[in-house]
Structures are given as structure tokens and as C-alpha cells.
């Protein structure tokens, strides 16, 4: 969740977000702001990951993670 939605604010987060750590960044709808499609090994990675970056992001005054549990289920 961002503090704010203002354009600027918005380009901040989303210039900040450009790094090899996130792989896609989605503008929401609803209830979220954001949403950050990131790549980890493990839970450690993921909480160096939310600690060293996803945290510090601009304007960040929330973080709600879920994880893939497995892919291609369905296809």
C-alpha cells in the first residue's frame, strides 16, 4: 500500500522498483496499490529482499507478500 497516488509519488515508487530484484510492477485496482512480481531461492532471500529493499521503497506504508506454492497447476 503507498501513502499517496499522486503521479509523482507513483514514479518514484515505480523508478525505485526498476532493479534486477523485481521482475514486474503492476498498478492495481481495489484494495492494493501495487503489486511487485518478485524471484527468490528461499524464505531467507525473501526476508533480505524485504528488509534491504522492499521496505525502503518509496512511499511504502504497507507490505502484504503470498507466495507460489507451485506452478503450472491447470495446464
Known amino acids: 500500500m503507498l501513502e499517496r497516488q ?3 509519488d507513483l514514479n518514484r ?3 525505485a522498483g526498476r532493479r534486477r530484484d ?3 510492477c503492476y498498478l492495481l485496482t481495489g484494495s ?3 503489486r511487485l512480481k518478485i ?3 528461499d524464505a531467507g532471500e525473501y526476508e ?3 528488509r534491504s529493499v522492499l521496505s525502503k521503497l ?3 506504508s504497507r507490505i502484504q507478500s503470498g507466495f507460489t506454492i507451485r506452478s503450472g497447476v491447470g495446464r
Do not use: T, W, Y
Request: net charge negative; aromatic share 4%.
Open 13 to 15: 515508487f515505480e523508478a
Open 22 to 24: 523485481i521482475q514486474d
Open 6 to 8: 499522486r503521479e509523482d
Open 58 to 60: 518509496p512511499g511504502v
Open 32 to 34: 492494493s496499490d501495487e
Open 39 to 41: 524471484r527468490v531461492a
Open 48 to 50: 533480505r529482499l524485504h
